[in-house]
């Protein structure tokens, strides 16, 4: 009897555990597997304007199969937007961002260093 | 309780199995967890796997911008080459006006067009609307799917300064040719394209004046618009024709329409004449030239030089400056010498004062007016003028004729020597080496010499009307022009005659086009050559005997008409004529009568 209860509590403590771990490396390896596919480029970066009002366009390709979310950009190592934006697959999205502090020179090379959601960044130095 | 306990006994080892059963299921359950993970591990690894194929073919595009340009219509039209391996997808460009302040930049899609692996696709863009201003910059970007990216620029002509050269055929140019100029241009850019065809530009200028026949450019081929891609250099041809006096100046200055200021090249050029230098009998054009400085002599001799006691033979000498001074001629001296076996000369002209030169008739002038003509000796008949030389234009000719008496000669004259000399300002010339013929019994008296009417009894008056000339100084470039040349009998004998089948031979100076025998009376078998020279030969046949019966003396007028060549300046050509026959003699004695005929071309 005793034999019974314990191992029927055994299964079913086992089987709960089994299905949240499971839950979890399907989960994980989904993610992974996004993280993976996720490819974009920082197909252009157009800087126009004169300080104070300057902007900066950063045009993002994804060139992957899902969509992206762009979530923080910095210009020269500091973050210079965080608002998100979803860019779906095979299209590309522009970014505006408004007046850097310090402003940037003309002919100067600017740092642009792009994040999503899912962690991948890009990295790349243009011309301003 | 015997059934309690047997019960008890068969119930042992049960907790065994059902732990055993508990345990299994857990493992069960454990299994499937594992195998899930490992499924899910091949998950990630076929994604790696897939997304390193992926970036292999990212790596393998090398996309680049072979050509662009900008269309008539104002379109975008690029060559687009993929030199790796993997099939690029372009889907879009970006123009930036890099001159504007601030800098402008248009973005355009481009829908995925695909560019294979090692293949150039041409026209992408075309529809791209695209106006280039002459002051700006512009650069150019195609982006791929993948995300790879090719730049190039795009500059109009206006901002870059090109190497140019220019080559002139010939370096030195003969007045009425054709000039060939070269005009080389690199494109040694290498950052921007120029995106439309470059057309070329060349001015000219000469330093004559005033502009006009004489003095003037005519362009005959003009190039057309070229592309020049980078590292190209193209080659632009004109043909030109030049007109000018010698010593004339020739600058070209050749660009590009909308050049960069200071982006020409120019070089200068001559007009420079041939010098020719034409002292023999056997030249057929006189061209002036300033280091041949003195004077061309023609003559113009009977032959044979009948005997006779009341006609006149023609004689005559045509006189040529060829340089561009005034030429004076004070003295001209016939001389016809034939000596008997003891070296006494026969009277072929007689020294008379009284007829003048002959023994029965006077000497008769025809030109020029002026100075005086005497026989101071035998076989000598002399022109003179020291106090009022006759006066000879540059570049122009004059003639110094004279019709006299045949002398006596005890038996005929096949060949005596005959010689002309000329003294001027320039000094002394002489041309010999020529001959003359005369029979003893009278005879023949055969001249050849041009005429300006086309009446051949007109053509035998040479007083107190002259209609015997021994130059034309009328004739301009260009103008087609009346010849009239007379093949005559002299003598007034009805029995002397030359005899048909004679032959009047005239040799139309090079240059001269379109020659054409207008009028060829009593002429027949009339033939034309044009040598490569640029020279005409005409041959005309006596249809029937010259001088007589019914009227003597006699002439036949062969008439033609020729285009004389372009000239800078008054040019002297020279046009010989000759005769090649018998006289109706029981014994056929040589008609040979010639003359060199100065024609001055005016422009």
Redesign the interface.
């Known amino acids: 009897m005793?034999?019974?209860v314990?191992?029927?509590f055994?299964?079913a403590w086992?089987?709960s555990s089994?299905a949240v771990?499971?839950l979890n490396?399907?989960t994980?390896?989904a993610n992974?597997?996004n993280l993976?596919?996720e490819?974009?480029?920082i197909?252009?970066v157009?800087f126009?304007?004169?300080s104070p009002n300057q902007h900066e366009y950063i045009?993002i390709?994804n060139?992957g199969d899902l969509a992206i979310k762009v979530t923080k950009i910095y210009v020269n190592n500091t973050q210079v937007w965080s608002t998100g934006q979803t860019i779906t697959a095979?299209s590309?999205g522009t970014i505006t961002i408004n007046q850097l502090a310090p402003a940037w020179g003309a002919d100067k090379a600017q740092s642009i260093w792009v994040l999503t959601e899912r962690g991948t960044e890009a990295k790349q130095v243009w011309k301003s | 309780m015997g059934i309690t306990n047997f019960n008890r006994e068969h119930r042992r080892g049960l907790s065994s199995v059902v732990g055993a059963v508990f345990m299994i299921l857990v493992m069960i359950g454990a299994l499937n967890v594992a195998l899930l993970a490992i499924k899910q591990q091949d998950k990630v690894t076929q994604a790696v796997v897939e997304k390193s194929n992926s970036n292999v073919g990212k790596l393998n595009e090398a996309i680049k911008i072979s050509e662009v340009r900008v269309t008539a219509s104002n379109k975008l039209n690029m060559t687009v080459t993929n030199t790796g391996g993997a099939t690029a997808k372009l889907v879009s460009v970006y123009i930036v006006n890099e001159t504007a302040s601030p800098k402008v930049q248009y973005r355009y899609d481009l829908n995925n067009i695909p560019v294979d692996g090692r293949v150039s696709v041409p026209n992408v863009g075309s529809n791209l609307a695209l106006t280039i201003k002459n002051n700006m910059k512009y650069s150019v970007k195609v982006v791929t799917a993948a995300g790879n990216s090719a730049t190039t620029g795009i500059t109009p002509i206006s901002q870059v300064a090109l190497p140019m050269s220019l080559t002139i055929i010939p370096p030195t140019v003969v007045p009425g040719a054709n000039v060939t100029v070269l005009f080389t241009v690199t494109n040694n850019l290498t950052d921007y394209n120029l995106p439309v065809p470059l057309t070329p530009t060349l001015s000219h200028t000469l330093s004559c004046s005033p502009v006009g026949t004489g003095c003037q450019f005519i362009d005959k081929i003009t190039p057309s618009s070229q592309t020049i891609q980078k590292g190209s250099t193209a080659i632009f041809q004109w043909v030109t024709w030049v007109n000018g006096p010698d010593g004339t100046v020739l600058t070209f200055n050749a660009s590009l329409t909308n050049a960069k200021p200071g982006n020409f090249v120019i070089t200068k050029s001559n007009v420079q004449i041939v010098t020719q230098a034409q002292g023999s009998f056997q030249a057929e054009q006189i061209v002036g030239a300033d280091l041949l400085v003195k004077p061309e002599v023609f003559p113009i001799f009977p032959g044979p030089f009948g005997e006779s006691t009341t006609s006149l033979a023609l004689w005559g000498v045509s006189i040529a400056n060829p340089v561009n001074q005034t030429m004076k001629v004070s003295r001209v001296v016939f001389t016809l010498t034939s000596p008997d076996a003891q070296g006494n000369q026969y009277q072929l002209i007689f020294p008379n004062a009284s007829p003048n030169c002959g023994q029965n008739v006077a000497l008769q002038v025809l030109y020029p007016s002026h100075g005086t003509w005497t026989c101071p000796g035998t076989g000598i008949m002399m022109w003179r003028d020291t106090a009022n030389p006759e006066q000879i234009a540059p570049y122009t000719a004059q003639s110094f004729l004279v019709r006299v008496q045949p002398g006596i000669v005890a038996s005929d004259e096949p060949a005596f020597i005959t010689g002309v000399t000329v003294f001027t300002s320039y000094g002394q010339f002489a041309k010999t080496g020529y001959a003359g013929n005369m029979r003893d019994n009278g005879g023949v008296i055969g001249n050849v010499y041009l005429t300006n009417t086309q009446t051949p009894a007109t053509a035998l008056i040479s007083s107190p009307t002259n209609h015997m000339f021994g130059n034309m100084s009328s004739l301009r470039s260009g103008v087609p022009f009346l010849f009239n040349v007379t093949l005559a009998d002299l003598d007034s004998s009805t029995s002397t005659k030359i005899k048909s089948g004679a032959t009047l031979i005239v040799n139309v100076p090079q240059g001269f086009t379109n020659v054409n025998v207008t009028s060829s009376a009593g002429f027949t078998g009339i033939t034309k050559k044009t040598f490569t020279d640029g020279s005409t030969h005409i041959e005309a046949t006596l249809v029937s005997d010259l001088g007589g019966p019914t009227t003597s003396p006699d002439a036949k007028i062969l008439s033609f008409k020729a285009t004389p060549p372009a000239v800078v300046r008054p040019t002297v050509f020279l046009m010989h004529t000759l005769t090649d026959g018998v006289t109706t003699d029981a014994t056929p004695f040589s008609v040979d009568a010639f003359g060199g005929f100065a024609l001055v071309v005016r422009p």
Request: net charge neutral.
């Open positions: 005793a034999t019974g314990i191992g029927s055994l299964v086992a089987n089994f771990q499971s490396i399907t994980d390896a992974r597997i993976i596919k490819s974009y480029v197909e252009d157009w126009n304007g004169t045009t390709r060139s095979g590309y």
